[in-house]
């Protein structure tokens, strides 16, 4: 296992705690969405429109749920690795997706 600096975050630190968290806080805001709101609305209209909602409507939807977790948990196990994390510090246009970025140079302390 690599060595850590104090400084590390914990996203360094303890990738795989990061990975469960987000993957977690994925599920519970888009599992509930396309798994019971979307098909009740899609149901709701087809019944307006004298149709029914397909069977397996409800079953694509919550796979679909299941890839944007996957996906949310693959990125942010990426974004743990500490030489991800050196290069969102170090460039400028994404340094503000960095878990802990370096202050500017240019910046005054203000305590």
Known sequence: MAKHR????TQIRRPWR???RTAVQTALAVV????LVVPEVVSIVLEEAGES????????LLGASAVIVGVAAAAARIMAIPQV???????RLV???A???EPRKDSVSRT
């Open 85 to 91: 994390e050196t290069f969102l510090r170090r460039h």
């Open 95 to 97: 340094r503000g997706l």
């Open 18 to 20: 990061t990975t469960v």
């Open 99 to 101: 878990a802990n970025p």
């Open 32 to 35: 509930p969405v396309l798994g």
């Open 6 to 9: 104090a400084s590390d975050t």
């Open 53 to 60: 909602m397909p069977a397996g409507v409800r079953v694509v």
